[in-house]
């Protein structure tokens, strides 16, 4: 069982930075693939980011790559996404998602454990 809770939301201006943070309970953390989803108003949840247990290997949707990073620390059993040069499209709440495979995968149904969200906000 694992449990997640994401922190770092708030509202940024265009171009603008914020860093969530997701902290997760569980002793088998290590072993989870970790990834962090978005859903906008009216959207349905889309994959942003993923990482492997080991933090090896990432994976980024098309419209984030160059702008956002996703990181883990599994000591301290947190995974990050720093997210840089925001667009106002970025807007959505964030979701942070555990997946026990050990690939990294984008679609929703692939994650079991999902934390609360939250919300990101970019103003123009």
């Known amino acids: 069982q694992v449990q997640l809770v994401e922190s770092g939301g708030g509202l940024v201006q265009v171009g603008g930075s914020l860093r969530l943070s997701c902290a997760a309970s569980?002793?088998?953390?290590?072993?989870?693939?970790m990834g962090w989803f978005r859903q906008a108003p009216g959207k349905e949840r889309e994959f942003v980011a993923a990482?492997?247990?080991?933090?090896?290997?990432?994976y980024y949707t098309d419209s984030v790559k160059g702008r956002f990073t996703i990181s883990r620390d599994n000591a301290k059993i947190t995974v990050d996404l720093q997210m840089n040069r925001l667009k106002p499209e970025d807007t959505a709440v964030y979701y942070c998602?555990?997946?026990?495979?050990?690939?990294?995968?984008?679609?929703?149904?692939?994650?079991?454990?999902w934390g609360q969200g939250t919300q990101v906000t970019v103003s123009s």
């Open positions: 569980g002793r088998t953390f290590s072993r989870y693939t």
């Open positions: 998602a555990a997946d026990r495979d050990s690939s990294l995968r984008t679609s929703i149904y692939a994650y079991e454990y």
């Open positions: 990482i492997m247990w080991s933090g090896g290997s990432t």
